[in-house]
């Protein structure tokens, strides 16, 4: 039997309704196996945790996480406190205290639901974005002087490194030459950022040299988000910093068909610490407590945790399920349909046990 420590961390908002889901299908996964089990233990921090502590987790959570093989996240993110606070309480420094630089974010259009671009469909739109998830405009440098006067100033530095750019364009070439196109598109800004992104530009290069089978080329971010929707055959793996993947991928979710089915990945390539599995999309409050959150991109980052753990065989019959229930049209409102969470989860449960592969 291979035992597998999981914190599941269901946050804010829809995150609680979703990671319910998927531990469902994770425990139906494990029953289908038979050698496999996940041990899950719940952790209540977020929003709620903050009102009542202060902070949105406790001190030593990092350490509390650390001997768990994966981390399953839902969304933070409430009404009523301000987002740079759960965003900075929780989130990011778990992506950045566990070193976790890669957040891969597959796309691509499932069978069943339709992309709100004319004439694609499946097969069409196939991409992981790979996002860098140390630097940037998310080192959390910069200050502000004068507040409230009117010569205040607020200065956001973006930081980038030789070590950093260096280990995530190695990251995305490698992930590049393991997907059947070998095509790797590098997103910068570099005409109007001279620094930072000309660096990228110029390690872009060096890297390629390791990956001679790779081929590759270069966008600047605006015109990529015209690329995405004018011709998204032309594209495969891609690679951007911190926020300019950031909001691409928000609108490779959109064009897939819903944020509700986008997933990511926080990895930690040498493995030193937890990787984390999320739903790229945040609380949804809007929508909470209504039923109908889209538990598609849970059951796609599960699928995610499962390559990670070596599960080959788990990721791929639960992806078979989702595409199935998918293509059935059990589908939750965001992406056309009338099912509930629930529906869609057991029906995903149901595909599962109903697999003979
Ligand atoms: P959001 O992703 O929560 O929602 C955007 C829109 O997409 C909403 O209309 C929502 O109903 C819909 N949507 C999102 N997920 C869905 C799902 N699974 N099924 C069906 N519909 C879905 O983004 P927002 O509204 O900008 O932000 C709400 C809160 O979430 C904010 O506090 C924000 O800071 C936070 N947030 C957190 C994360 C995260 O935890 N990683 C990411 C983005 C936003
Ligand atoms: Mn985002």
Request: with cysteine; aromatic share 8%; proline share 6%.
């Amino acid at each position: 039997m291979r035992t597998y420590k999981i914190a599941a961390i269901p946050a804010d908002g829809i995150g609680p309704e979703v990671i319910d889901a998927g531990s469902e299908v994770l425990s139906v996964l494990a029953q289908r196996a038979g050698d496999v089990r996940f041990d899950m233990t719940w952790f209540d921090w977020g929003s709620a945790y903050y009102k009542k502590n202060g902070v949105m987790m406790p001190e030593d959570g990092l350490e509390q996480l650390k001997p768990f093989d994966a981390i399953y996240f839902g969304a933070v993110g409430a009404p009523d406190v301000p987002d740079h606070i759960t965003l900075w309480g929780l989130r990011l420094p778990i992506c950045q205290g566990f070193d976790q630089y890669a957040n891969v974010r597959p796309t691509k259009i499932i069978p069943g639901v339709t992309s709100p671009l004319r004439n694609v469909g499946v097969g069409d739109l196939d991409w992981v974005i790979v996002r860098e998830n140390s630097e940037g405009e998310y080192s959390g440098h910069g200050g502000r002087a004068h507040r409230g006067m009117p010569e205040e100033v607020g200065t956001e530095v973006a930081i980038f490194t030789r070590v950093g750019v260096t280990r995530i364009m190695r990251y995305a070439f490698k992930l590049a030459q393991s997907r059947p196109r070998k095509f790797l598109t590098v997103v910068t800004k570099s005409n109007a950022q001279r620094f930072g992104m000309v660096m990228w530009d110029e390690i872009a290069a060096e890297v390629a040299q390791e990956f001679p089978d790779v081929t590759w080329d270069k966008m600047l971010v605006d015109a990529m988000t015209v690329r995405m929707v004018k011709n998204p055959q032309s594209l495969d793996t891609i690679v951007a910093t911190n926020l300019h993947a950031d909001i691409l991928s928000d609108l490779a979710g959109a064009l897939a068909g819903s944020l509700g089915v986008a997933p990511t990945a926080n990895i930690d390539p040498e493995r030193r610490f937890p990787s984390m599995f999320e739903p790229i999309h945040g609380s949804a409050f809007d929508i909470t407590g209504k039923g109908i959150a889209n538990p598609v991109a849970t059951f796609w980052t599960a699928s995610q945790m499962l390559d990670h753990l070596g599960e080959h065989d788990a990721s791929a019959r639960l992806m078979r399920a989702v595409e199935k229930v998918c293509a059935d049209g059990i589908l939750t409102p965001d992406v056309g349909g009338n099912a509930t969470t629930k529906e869609v989860t057991e029906a995903v449960c149901d595909a599962i046990r109903g697999d003979n592969a």
